[in-house]
């Protein structure tokens, strides 16, 4: 979840590395972009249109990978979409 002032996407923590080295399943990098806005405006619904979801292809990390690097590169790939 993304409480910044601004919209712009928080940092990614170790916690989504933890869970993709510990359940070893591929992960989907998704993109929603406009639910900011929504919740600047203190609604619970979004306009037609208004939602953009984006998803990119699933990732795999081998064994071992530190939850660090998984989260790193995750939010390089969320940004990239």
């Avoid at 993304?2 to 591929?26: C, K, V, Y």
Wanted: aromatic share 4%; hydrophobic share 45%; proline share 9%.
């Amino acid at each position: 979840m993304n409480n910044s002032e601004t919209g712009e996407m928080a940092p990614f923590q170790g916690g989504i590395g933890l869970l993709a080295e510990n359940l070893r399943l591929p992960i989907v990098p998704m993109r929603l972009d406009g639910i900011w806005e929504m919740k600047r405006e203190h609604r619970r619904f979004a306009h037609l249109g208004e939602i953009t979801v984006r998803m990119g292809a699933p990732v795999i990390f081998p064994p071992g990978t530190p939850a660090d690097e998984i989260a790193s590169r995750l939010e390089s790939l969320v940004r990239a979409l």
